[in-house]
T-cell receptor, first 111, second 110 residues
Framework: KNEVEQSPQNLTAQEGEFITINCSYS?????LHWLQQHPGGGIVSLFM???GKKKHGRLIATINIQEKHSSLHITASHPRDSAVYIC?????????????FGKGTLLTVNP | DVKVTQSSRYLVKRTGEKVFLECVQD?????MFWYRQDPGLGLRLIYF???????EKGDIPEGYSVSREKKERFSLILESASTNQTSMYLCASSLTFQQFFGPGTRLTVL
């Protein structure tokens, strides 16, 4: 069983919809990364958080350390948000800042 | 802005060839990482380096080796390429937790 589970694996939405992607992890962590990968493109870091909530434009990331759960929300979704969203965690006590990755959520936003 | 560059975006090699993938970062980061990404499997760590000439195996090091002679450069070597090494290869660097990724090299081994 992967230590980092994402849901859903695939998500299709209409432009303007509110989107939520979930990430659950089974280990104690130091920090959690949300990453975005466009088709054929490199990976971009969206957020790194260890508690609470962060907001950047239409993107919001939350984390609940006690429940070992994080969510990525996209408000007023747009076709350019279509990408793979990846959750990754840094295990507590680990060395050299190694990440454990979820398998990603493929988001398609239709116009 | 941190910049991580990889030597090629696309590469086609033949089985048995020795393949070098190069990664360069310009932010004096100590940590550098090589991943491969395959459909349904996500990102998997091949090797990482936390200092010049220092390296550690990741989750799937078999069939690969690495070299870090200078801080800014981290090379991934496929000693004898095989078809099951066809994949997207991504390099990343970090100072602490946040990792910065290169654009990726899509390697096809025929």
């Amino acid at each position: 069983k992967n230590e980092v589970e994402q849901s859903p694996q695939n998500l299709t939405a209409q432009e303007g919809e509110f989107i939520t992607i979930n990430c659950s992890y089974s280990v104690g962590i130091s920090a959690l990364h949300w990453l975005q990968q466009h088709p054929g493109g490199g990976i971009v870091s969206l957020f790194m958080l260890s508690s609470g909530k962060k907001k950047h434009g239409r993107l919001i990331a939350t984390i609940n350390i006690q429940e070992k759960h994080s969510s990525l929300h996209i408000t007023a979704s747009h076709p350019r948000d279509s990408a793979v969203y990846i959750c990754a965690v840094f295990g507590r006590g680990g060395s050299n800042y190694k990440l454990t990755f979820g398998k990603g959520t493929l988001l398609t936003v239709n116009p | 802005d941190v910049k991580v560059t990889q030597s090629s975006r696309y590469l086609v090699k033949r089985t048995g060839e020795k393949v070098f993938l190069e990664c360069v970062q310009d932010m004096d980061h100590e940590n550098m990482f090589w991943y491969r990404q395959d459909p349904g499997l996500g990102l998997r760590l091949i090797y990482f380096s936390y200092d010049v000439k220092m390296k550690e195996k990741g989750d799937i090091p078999e069939g690969y080796s690495v070299s870090r002679e200078k801080k800014e450069r981290f090379s991934l070597i496929l000693e004898s390429a095989s078809t099951n090494q066809t994949s997207m290869y991504l390099c990343a660097s970090s100072l602490t937790f946040q990792q910065f990724f290169g654009p990726g090299t899509r390697l096809t081994v025929l």
